[in-house]
């Protein structure tokens, strides 16, 4: 859909500030977390919830269609529209006020549930509902879709915890309570029997809020509309003790239908259950390190009071049972549950979506639907991972859907599944709304009396069919725009980009992983992981985006750390550093390529000009302490003024070593960092190696890993490198001696671009997981405060937990920031990424330091040093080096 310049024009006029047309942020918004997309006119982020209204008459000016977007973790596509998209988050996100003796709370819909939780949880209050996504969905979007999460046994949906809304209606609306009311009356009987029949009956409008008897609760009845009836302003909300003796027993079964069977038991003997959530095994699977579970093929996670702990596990007829008590591990099984979606997408031997997403039925009658459903998927010939909210009777599943008939098959396997769910009584939808994916079939739940009632209810809140036309009321067809079903090249990069579900875990303002730091800086849906996957993929089709040279591509790449964090913490799996860097390749090569920037090719090959400026380094880093030499170099190489330039080392750490005189017991790869930069971090580990007894000597052969040529998407000249580096290396790994890299994105890149790109793996150590494996004595570190930074791709790659381990058996006190430094490599240094650089530095690094200002601060990576170098004036250590200090002279 082409843009209308009067409908910009209309919502400038009415003072909308932040209105965005741009070909950049349709693509962001063209889709949620559903199958669906659907490229809006124009996007708009409201500063103030007068501009609503303003957003609603610009709307009857011009017949431009509103949807309510929340965070676009809508699974059934209810957040994508072809005229405007409101996104709330940006700008209304603002917890008004608490109330600690009503124990309310006042929001405004862009206010991310976890915001809410912190905000509360001072006052020893929550908010009840707790959806998967609560790291960074919105209320106003919980509101729309009526979310109900983990926990609604114990706090119930949504809508059991709005006290008032204050809404604006759709254009053209008036007296709408009382015509709400005058309607009901008409069909008092037809309601009390058709709506309500058990808690996650969602689908459709909730009618039975507005019975006298229940009353007339308008607001409550608005709750799970999708934002077809009305815009919410602000919303006030029921907030409820935290209970902190809750534990969890985890009962395993021979199948989830089997688990499924145990539910009415379980539900009968703990009246004070908070949660009753059913897992698969196929999920857990995929999560490395996950804690124990008992024995069993399928999962119920049952949160309980201590007291109710052991009627649980006596009704419950599990196979094996644990007990978990409120803690970190808890805490880690829970978070397995919160990543279903994402896990749940590639747990089967080709790629899983929703679209037929959270059906729900009575609890009593989960079992026998389970199996009914495990059926219907046979003779489909499809398969899906079920998980979910067992104790209401509410399963996702995420199915292996094939698209390539354009979504015949998808449309007859949804058909059949609504038919077979009205045999048990069931609901389309349990709370994520019917949307684009489900609307259509609310024939098959509701008959004609109800869906009449749907319509009339639509008349009187929008009688301009402004919000969201399409779902729910004169629904659009379930097969349309599936993006899926799109053509797509036959590129391996095509099916990577498009793992990428929406799910929004990179969205969340605040997090304890690595993903996604410049969104975290910025918080423009651009800069996150989801945004830069939906601009490749629309990149892929070249309809909106026109390949990878458009500059909107590259105005969403811009910003990529290229941290890795997505390739760990994204549960769908998405690597938005290698996409980046393969993007950049195709931008700069072949026929039609564009020029590459010079940082591409200073920064870009930096241990080249490393290796060539070797033997002359002191000259060169004499010259760098000139003001007008540095100035220049620095604009030659593009990088920022306010940068500094690491300084070269006098001597390598090849040459400072020598040839080794005997076979040690440890091989030291001087990657080009440490060689040409930090050599004393390779003295160090050789020093401490020899304290323990253990023999270390450098490998004298040059051996780059390539990083720098990945990043900067030369990868032809990458490729070429890596070979030779595995032709120098893969002797002394096979050798039997342990190789050891202190580098940790360059032994990242062996150990993750490397088989990627010449198919080879070697087995190089961190400097931590060699000494785990050598199980030699450690220096006391009692009483030492320790403030570690682990790079990136050490967290996201390597993985950090074997440093932290040697560093608590030693005796230290351990905080282990989250997050990025913000430099990585030559993205901080780079003229136009200083500030953001500094504000990912801010988000958790730069905290941490000024929290602990007595603290040993531990950064194994290059770039953290410099960072913190620049930006605080802090010395930083190698672990090698922190260890190599305390040895006893």
């Given at each position: 859909?082409?843009v ?6 209309a ?6 500030t932040?209105v ?13 977390a559903s199958l669906?997309?659907v490229v809006p ?5 409201p ?6 209204d303003?957003?609603l008459?610009a709307?009857?000016?011009?017949g ?12 059934a ?5 072809t ?18 003796e009503a124990?309310?709370a ?10 809410l939780?912190?905000a509360?949880a001072p ?6 509902p707790d959806?998967?996504t609560?790291?960074r969905?919105?209320i106003?979007?919980m ?9 609604a ?6 809508s059991?915890n ?5 809404v ?23 309601i009390?029997t058709?709506f309500?029949?058990?808690?996650r009956?969602v689908?459709g ?11 007339r ?9 999708e ?12 907030l ?7 534990h969890l ?12 069977d ?5 539900l ?5 259950m908070?949660a009753?959530?059913?897992l698969d095994?196929?999920i857990v699977?995929?999560?490395p390190g996950?804690?124990?579970l ?6 119920l996670f049952?949160?309980?009071?201590a007291?109710?702990?052991?009627a649980?596990i006596?009704?419950g ?8 008590p ?7 099984l ?7 979606a994402?896990l749940a997408a590639r747990s089967?031997s ?6 037929w997403?959270?059906?729900a039925v009575p609890?009593e ?15 489909h ?6 998980y ?8 996702h599943?995420?199915i ?6 354009g ?7 949804l058909t ?5 769910l009205?045999e ?9 709304g019917?949307?684009r994916?489900?609307s ?8 004609e ?28 067809p ?7 079903a ?12 498009h793992?990428c579900?929406g ?5 969340a303002p ?24 939906r ?6 089709d070249?309809e909106?985006v026109?390949?990878?040279?458009d500059p909107?591509?590259?105005?969403a790449l ?19 550093a ?14 039609d390529a ?13 241990p080249?000009?490393?290796r ?7 000259l060169?880093?004499r010259?760098?302490r000139l003001?007008p030499?540095?100035r220049?170099?620095?604009?030659t ?9 690491p300084a ?7 040459r400072?070593?020598g ?7 440890v091989w030291i ?11 004393s971090?390779g ?7 020899a304290?323990v007894g253990?023999?270390?000597?450098v490998?004298?052969d040059?051996a780059?890993?390539g990083l720098?040529?990945v ?17 120098t290396?893969k ?12 580098e ?11 088989p990627e790109?010449?198919?080879?793996r070697?087995?190089v ?10 199980d030699v ?12 930074q ?6 996201s790659?390597i ?18 920031v ?7 490599g030559?993205?901080?240094?780079e003229k136009?990424?200083y ?5 990912v530095?801010?988000t ?5 330091v ?5 603290a040993?601060v531990l950064a ?7 960072q913190?170098?620049?930006?605080a004036?802090?010395p ?5 080096e922190?260890?190599a ?5």
């Amino acid at each position: 859909m082409t843009v209308s310049p009067d409908l910009v024009a209309a919502l400038r006029d009415r003072g909308v500030t932040d209105v965005d047309d741009s070909t950049l942020t349709r693509a962001l918004y063209s889709s949620d977390a559903s199958l669906y997309r659907v490229v809006p006119q124009v996007v708009v982020r409201p500063r103030h919830p007068d501009e609503l209204d303003a957003v609603l008459d610009a709307s009857a000016a011009t017949g431009a269609p509103v949807t309510m977007r929340g965070a676009g973790t809508s699974i059934a596509g209810n957040a994508v529209g072809t005229g405007i998209v409101v996104d709330t988050l940006k700008h209304l996100n603002r917890v008004v006020s608490i109330d600690r003796e009503a124990r309310t709370a006042v929001v405004q819909p862009g206010v991310v549930h976890a915001d809410l939780q912190r905000a509360a949880a001072p006052h020893g209050l929550r908010f009840g509902p707790d959806p998967s996504t609560h790291t960074r969905c919105t209320i106003g979007g919980m509101i729309g879709n009526n979310a109900c999460g983990s926990r609604a046994l114990g706090y119930g949906r949504t809508s059991d915890n709005v006290l008032g809304l204050d809404v604006a209606y759709g254009p053209g609306a008036a007296d709408v309570e009382a015509r709400l009311g005058a309607l009901v009356d008409q069909h008092l009987g037809h309601i009390r029997t058709s709506f309500g029949r058990f808690t996650r009956q969602v689908s459709g409008y909730s009618l039975e809020h507005l019975l006298p008897e229940n009353g007339r609760n308008v607001d409550r009845f608005l709750v799970g509309s999708e934002g077809t009836l009305a815009v919410v302003r602000s919303a006030t909300v029921r907030l409820v003790e935290d209970d902190p003796d809750r534990h969890l027993v985890v009962l395993g079964y021979p199948s989830m239908a089997e688990a499924a069977d145990a539910v009415p038991a379980l539900l009968a003997v703990a009246p004070s259950m908070t949660a009753c959530e059913g897992l698969d095994s196929r999920i857990v699977d995929l999560v490395p390190g996950a804690p124990a579970l008992p024995r069993g093929a399928g999962w119920l996670f049952v949160e309980v009071p201590a007291a109710e702990t052991a009627a649980v596990i006596a009704a419950g007829g599990a196979l094996e049972h644990r007990v978990v008590p409120d803690g970190p591990e808890a805490a880690a099984l829970w978070r397995i549950r919160e990543d279903g979606a994402g896990l749940a997408a590639r747990s089967l031997s080709r790629p899983a979506y929703s679209g037929w997403e959270d059906a729900a039925v009575p609890p009593e009658k989960l079992g026998a639907w389970l199996r009914d459903f495990d059926e219907l998927l046979k003779e489909h010939r499809l398969d899906g991972v079920p998980y979910g909210h067992f104790g209401d009777g509410c399963v996702h599943v995420r199915i292996d859907f094939l698209f390539d008939d354009g979504g015949r098959s998808f449309r007859d396997f949804l058909t059949a599944a609504a038919l077979k769910l009205k045999e048990h009584g069931g609901s389309l939808s349990g709370e994520h709304g019917d949307g684009r994916a489900r609307s259509e079939l609310l024939s098959t739940m509701y008959d004609e009396e109800s869906l009449a009632l749907f319509g009339a209810v639509k008349a009187i809140c929008d009688p301009g069919n402004a919000l969201n036309p399409g779902n729910i009321v004169d629904p659009a067809p379930l097969d349309a725009d599936l993006r899926p079903a799109r053509p797509r090249p036959l590129i391996p990069l095509a099916d990577a980009i498009h793992r990428c579900t929406g799910v929004g875990k990179c969205v969340a303002p605040k997090t304890n992983g690595v993903m996604c730091p410049s969104y975290l800086a910025t918080r423009d849906e651009k800069d996150s992981t989801r945004g830069r996957s939906r601009v490749l993929q629309e990149a892929l089709d070249g309809e909106l985006v026109k390949g990878f040279a458009d500059p909107a591509v590259h105005e969403a790449l811009d910003l990529c750390l290229a941290c890795k964090g997505c390739a760990s913490d994204c549960p769908t799996g998405v690597d938005m550093a290698t996409y980046k860097a393969e993007a950049l390749h195709a931008t700069y090569t072949g026929p039609d390529a564009r020029r590459r920037p010079r940082s591409h090719l200073l920064l870009g090959r930096l241990p080249k000009w490393a290796r060539m400026t070797a033997p002359v380094a002191p000259l060169a880093n004499r010259m760098m302490r000139l003001g007008p030499v540095a100035r220049m170099a620095k604009a030659t190489a593009g990088i920022d003024q306010r940068r500094s330039i690491p300084a070269f080392a006098p001597k390598t750490l090849r040459r400072t070593t020598g040839v080794p005189e005997v076979v040690p017991d440890v091989w030291i790869w001087a990657d080009s960092f440490t060689d040409h930069f930090l050599p004393s971090t390779g003295l160090a580990a050789i020093e401490f190696l020899a304290s323990v007894g253990v023999t270390a000597r450098v490998i004298r052969d040059d051996a780059c890993c390539g990083l720098t040529w990945v990043t900067t998407g030369q990868l032809d000249e990458a490729r070429a490198i890596m070979t030779r580096t595995v032709r120098t290396l893969k002797p002394y790994v096979e050798s039997g001696v342990p190789v050891v890299g202190l580098e940790p994105s360059c032994l990242a890149t062996l150990r993750s671009d490397v088989p990627e790109m010449v198919g080879e793996r070697l087995d190089v150590l961190s400097f931590a997981e060699l000494l785990e494996r050598l199980d030699v004595a450690l220096p006391d570190l009692t009483g030492v405060d320790v403030v570690a930074q682990p790079h990136c791709h050490h967290a996201s790659i390597i993985g950090w937990a074997a440093d932290k381990r040697l560093l608590e058996r030693a005796g230290a006190t351990v905080t282990q920031v989250a997050g990025c430094c913000g430099l990585a490599g030559n993205f901080g240094m780079e003229k136009g990424h200083y500030e953001v650089s500094v504000a990912v530095a801010e988000t958790h690094l730069l905290p941490a330091v000024r929290a602990n200002r007595d603290a040993v601060v531990l950064a194994d990576g290059m770039s953290c040093k410099v960072q913190l170098d620049d930006l605080a004036d802090v010395p930083a250590m190698h672990l090698a080096e922190l260890l190599a200090s305390r040895i006893e002279k």
